[in-house]
Nanobody, 121 residues
């Protein structure tokens, strides 16, 4: 079992920046992919970004060019640097391990509790 704890959310104005952190612990040796997701009220959970063990990254179309995912293996932490934030980025942001898209939704054995990001217009 892997434990994930997100932090860094908050209220920011349009055009501003935030950096989210996700500290992971427990049975982490088998993790291949770490991902950031977000979910706004009334919407399905959306892929934001993923980073593989080898370092390759992928982004959701809505955040490409604005968000950057990275990780620090020494600190067992994955980051999401968010820039040029828009009101539509408002959501609860979650990190997860080895996510898969199945049955019409993103699934993982391990999710964090989430951190709220609110972008004011």
């Amino acid at each position: 079992q892997v434990q994930l704890v997100e932090s860094g959310g908050g209220l920011v104005q349009t055009g501003g920046s935030l950096r989210l952190s996700c500290a992971y612990s427990g049975n982490i040796r088998g993790i291949n992919v770490l991902g950031w997701f977000r979910q706004a009220p009334g919407h399905q959970r959306e892929l934001v970004a993923t980073i593989r063990d080898g370092g390759s990254v992928d982004y959701g179309d809505s955040v490409k060019g604005r968000f950057t995912i990275s990780k620090d293996n020494a600190k067992n932490t994955v980051y999401l640097q968010m820039s040029s934030l828009k009101p539509e980025d408002t959501a609860a942001y979650y990190c997860a391990t080895d996510p898969v898209f199945f049955g019409g939704t993103w699934q993982s054995d391990s999710w964090g509790q989430g951190t709220q990001v609110t972008v004011s217009s």
